[in-house]
């Protein structure tokens, strides 16, 4: 709620803030500016400045008399109408007014040579999209089509286009290509991240180990998500990994967004998480499909999957998960095996189908004895199962050596 502010108080508020915005440029004090910027951390001093704002309606024409503000009008105008609308609620109008004021620092931007104020625009990155979704939130409440986001998009496309080049702001690209990941993802316009990764994966004028690590971390955390859904799982494991090997130690809810999408990746390469690190990132959702894998229990892994069908569809690793069936059969083959193997060691290597059959409905899973042989089929096509059938008898030869290959971190042959 905006609180009562006397025409001095507002005037002097005004004043101070035009002092320090032109004083930051003037001394290329980056820190300063892009606290002046940010709206979202709802700072007391940008919340007064909007109060006083709100009481002295003349602010334009303080601006544009003043030789040392008046240069920067078309940043500062704009900056004060979107504060003032952010200060009321009207997010939809605090949106436009700050695109407007952000196309013109980018302007300011590219005439600067040092890269002193990419701060600041890292700020507008990210504000430009903060504002855009709460701002699609408000029209979507009104019966409007949501817009922003994708507009804001647009705008830090402009950005990147702007940093990409040779040069010390260079350094910032990577930055700006994180937004874009998280607008796109948001948006459900995932295809449009390629463009951006073969810029920076293929330009010359990038060295990946130049961008500041935290940049680095987030970039192979959304480039990972997208290997898990283009089913390339060595590559996914490889960001991935990179992403939770760099992580900052502290950051526990980072970390478990980089482990919800790793531990299927894991799984899918026959890597089982051990159960304390489910437990201490509250992924508890995996316990029962890697529980599954090592008993062989297909009814668990299928209870598992239907019981958090929810969460996993929205992660997009539901199909991932659902893949890891031909593991579990792999593992109760190898489970009869063993018993038979203790049993009668001179026939452990040739398994009826018809047991197969048994434990599958002793899990609760009826099939017959040619169902059955299919998945088998899969299972030595696969390279999960080394052996041969013996159609006539519906007996699977299994091989002496090794008839269970272990995945080695490697996927199931496609």
Request: charged residues 25%; hydrophobic residues 45%; proline residues 3%.
């Amino acid at each position: 709620m905006a609180a009562y502010v006397s025409m001095g108080e507002a005037h002097r508020r005004i004043a101070e803030y035009l002092n320090r915005f032109a004083d930051a440029i003037s001394y290329q004090d980056g820190k300063s500016l892009s606290r002046l910027l940010s709206f979202s951390s709802d700072s007391a001093a940008l919340l007064s400045l909007a109060d006083a704002l709100n009481t002295f309606q003349d602010a334009d024409r303080v601006i544009r008399q003043s030789d040392k503000y008046s240069q920067y009008v078309d940043i500062l105008v704009p900056i004060f109408r979107a504060l003032q609308s952010y200060r009321t609620g009207n997010l939809v109008e605090s949106y436009v007014a700050f695109e407007k004021a952000s196309n013109s620092f980018i302007q300011e931007f590219r005439n600067w040579e040092s890269s002193w104020a990419l701060e600041a625009l890292y700020v507008i990155a990210y504000e430009i999209r903060i504002l855009a979704e709460r701002a699609d939130i408000e029209l979507a409440s009104i019966g409007k089509t949501p817009e922003k986001l994708k507009g804001a998009g647009s705008f830090l496309m402009k950005v990147f286009g702007v940093l990409a080049g040779k040069g010390p702001k260079r350094v910032g690209a990577l930055y700006v290509t994180c937004q874009l990941f998280k607008i796109y993802f948001k948006l459900g316009t995932v295809h449009l991240c390629r463009s951006v990764i073969r810029s920076i994966e293929t330009a010359r004028i990038f060295d990946f180990e130049e961008f500041p690590v935290r940049d680095k971390v987030t970039y192979m955390y959304y480039t990972g998500r997208l290997e898990v859904y283009n089913e390339d799982f060595p590559a996914a494991d490889h960001k991935l990994s990179y992403a939770l090997k760099h992580c900052n130690t502290k950051e526990d809810a980072n970390i478990r967004m980089i482990l919800k999408y790793l531990i299927p990746v894991k799984l899918s390469i026959g890597i089982l998480p051990r159960t304390l690190l489910l437990e201490k990132f509250n992924l508890i959702e995996y316990s029962d499909v890697v529980i599954a894998l090592k008993r062989g229990d297909l009814r668990l892994l299928r209870h598992a999957l239907q019981e958090h069908e929810d969460r996993f569809l929205r992660s997009g690793v539901y199909l991932v998960l659902e893949k890891l069936e031909l593991q579990v059969y792999q593992r109760l083959v190898k489970k009869i095996h063993i018993l038979q193997k203790q049993k009668d060691p001179t026939k452990a290597h040739q398994i009826k189908l018809d047991v197969i059959v048994k434990a599958l409905k002793w899990l609760e899973i009826d099939m017959d004895v040619d169902e059955v042989e299919c998945i088998v089929s899969i299972l030595i096509y696969k390279n999960l199962v080394k052996g041969y059938f013996a159609h006539k008898s519906k007996v699977v030869v299994l091989s002496k050596q090794d008839p269970f290959p272990k995945l080695n971190g490697k996927p199931v042959n496609s």
